[in-house]
C-alpha cells in the first residue's frame, strides 16, 4: 500500500474515528448522484472534499463501484486494469469485480492489465478506506485511465456504462483540476476545467477537449466519468480547495475540487 501510513492512519480505529469526523462535519447537498469526483492527497486537506462529495451518494446501494483515476506512468491510449482480485484497506479486503475486468480486457486493446501501474498509484488506493467505511466491501472496478483520444474516450465511456447498466453502479473520478504549477497557473487552469465540465452535457465534452492547453493529469478519467453520468445530470461544484507544496524545490500549488452529478 502506497498511502497507508503516509497520507492516512494505517490503525484501523483512529482511521475510523478521523472518517467519522469528517463526515459530520460534512453538510448536505441537495439531490443524490451516481457519479461524484473527490480530490486526491493528504487526508488533512483532501478529506473534507472527499466525503462532501460522497455524501451526495449516501442513499446509494450500490451493486459495484467503478473507480477512475489517472496512472502515475506514461499510459497514452490505454486503461489500466488490476490483476489483483482485490485491494486491501485498514478495514478490510474490497473485491475487484473480476468478471467485469475480464470482460473489459477481451473488449479491445486500450483495456491491458498492469499490475504494477496498481500497486504505485495512490489515487485510487486513497478513495479505498471512504468507500469501504461507508459501503462496506462493495466490490471495484478500478481502473488507471492514461491520455486518450476523444473517440477513445467515447468509446471506453459507451463500453463502461454498458457494465453499469447490469447493476446499480456508483462511479467516483479520483482527479484533482490542476497538475503543480503556479498559484496563478493553478487558477487558470482549474477554472478551464471546471467551466468544460460545466458548459458540456454528456458526449459534448468531446469536442473542445483537444483546445485545452496544459490539461491535468486527470483529463481522461475526468471526461470518462462525464460521459458516464448522462448527458441528463447536471455537475454541481460543492466545494473548491487548494494546497501548495514543495514541488522541485519550488512552491507550487494544485486546485481541486468536489463536483457531483446531480
Given at each position: 500500500?502506497?498511502?497507508?501510513?503516509?497520507?492516512?492512519e494505517?490503525?484501523?480505529?483512529?482511521?475510523?474515528?478521523?472518517?467519522?469526523?469528517?463526515?459530520?462535519?460534512?453538510?448536505?447537498?441537495?439531490g443524490?448522484?451516481?457519479?461524484?469526483?473527490?480530490p486526491?492527497?493528504?487526508?488533512?486537506?483532501?478529506?473534507?472534499?472527499?466525503m462532501?462529495?460522497?455524501?451526495?451518494?449516501?442513499?446509494?446501494?450500490?451493486?459495484?463501484?467503478?473507480?477512475?483515476?489517472a496512472?502515475?506512468?506514461?499510459?497514452?491510449?490505454?486503461?489500466?486494469?488490476?490483476?489483483?482480485?482485490?485491494?486491501?484497506?485498514?478495514?478490510?479486503?474490497?473485491?475487484?469485480?473480476?468478471?467485469?475486468?475480464?470482460?473489459?480486457?477481451?473488449?479491445?486493446?486500450i483495456?491491458?492489465?498492469?499490475?504494477?501501474?496498481?500497486?504505485?498509484?495512490?489515487?485510487?488506493?486513497?478513495?479505498?478506506?471512504p468507500?469501504?467505511?461507508?459501503?462496506?466491501?462493495?466490490p471495484?472496478?478500478?481502473?488507471?485511465?492514461?491520455?486518450?483520444?476523444?473517440?477513445?474516450?467515447?468509446?471506453v465511456?459507451?463500453?463502461?456504462?454498458?457494465?453499469?447498466?447490469e447493476?446499480?453502479?456508483?462511479?467516483?473520478?479520483?482527479?484533482?483540476?490542476?497538475g503543480?504549477?503556479t498559484?496563478?497557473?493553478?487558477?487558470?487552469?482549474?477554472?478551464?476545467?471546471?467551466?468544460l465540465?460545466?458548459d458540456?452535457p454528456?458526449?459534448?465534452?468531446?469536442?473542445?477537449?483537444?483546445?485545452?492547453?496544459?490539461p491535468?493529469?486527470?483529463?481522461?478519467p475526468?471526461?470518462?466519468?462525464?460521459?458516464l453520468?448522462?448527458?441528463?445530470?447536471?455537475?454541481s461544484?460543492?466545494?473548491?480547495?487548494?494546497?501548495?507544496?514543495?514541488?522541485?524545490?519550488?512552491?507550487?500549488s494544485?486546485?481541486?475540487?468536489?463536483?457531483?452529478?446531480?
Amino acid at each position: 500500500m502506497v498511502a497507508e501510513g503516509l497520507f492516512y492512519e494505517s490503525d484501523p480505529g483512529q482511521l475510523r474515528k478521523t472518517l467519522q469526523r469528517a463526515l459530520a462535519n460534512t453538510s448536505a447537498t441537495p439531490g443524490h448522484s451516481r457519479t461524484v469526483v473527490a480530490p486526491y492527497g493528504a487526508y488533512s486537506i483532501t478529506l473534507p472534499y472527499v466525503m462532501k462529495a460522497l455524501r451526495t451518494v449516501l442513499d446509494q446501494r450500490p451493486q459495484v463501484i467503478i473507480l477512475l483515476a489517472a496512472p502515475h506512468a506514461d499510459a497514452r491510449g490505454r486503461v489500466l486494469l488490476p490483476e489483483s482480485t482485490s485491494f486491501a484497506t485498514p478495514f478490510g479486503e474490497l473485491p475487484v469485480e473480476t468478471g467485469a475486468v475480464s470482460t473489459l480486457a477481451k473488449t479491445s486493446t486500450i483495456f491491458q492489465f498492469d499490475e504494477v501501474a496498481h500497486l504505485q498509484n495512490h489515487s485510487l488506493e486513497l478513495m479505498l478506506p471512504p468507500l469501504h467505511y461507508l459501503f462496506g466491501p462493495v466490490p471495484l472496478i478500478p481502473l488507471l485511465v492514461g491520455e486518450l483520444t476523444p473517440l477513445e474516450i467515447r468509446y471506453v465511456a459507451r463500453t463502461l456504462a454498458h457494465l453499469a447498466a447490469e447493476g446499480q453502479a456508483l462511479t467516483l473520478v479520483s482527479a484533482n483540476l490542476s497538475g503543480f504549477t503556479t498559484s496563478r497557473e493553478a487558477d487558470v487552469r482549474a477554472r478551464t476545467m471546471i467551466r468544460l465540465i460545466m458548459d458540456s452535457p454528456g458526449e459534448a465534452i468531446l469536442t473542445p477537449l483537444e483546445t485545452i492547453t496544459s490539461p491535468p493529469r486527470s483529463l481522461s478519467p475526468l471526461a470518462v466519468g462525464h460521459i458516464l453520468a448522462g448527458d441528463t445530470t447536471r455537475p454541481s461544484l460543492l466545494s473548491r480547495g487548494t494546497f501548495e507544496t514543495d514541488y522541485h524545490g519550488e512552491t507550487a500549488s494544485v486546485v481541486f475540487a468536489s463536483i457531483a452529478y446531480i
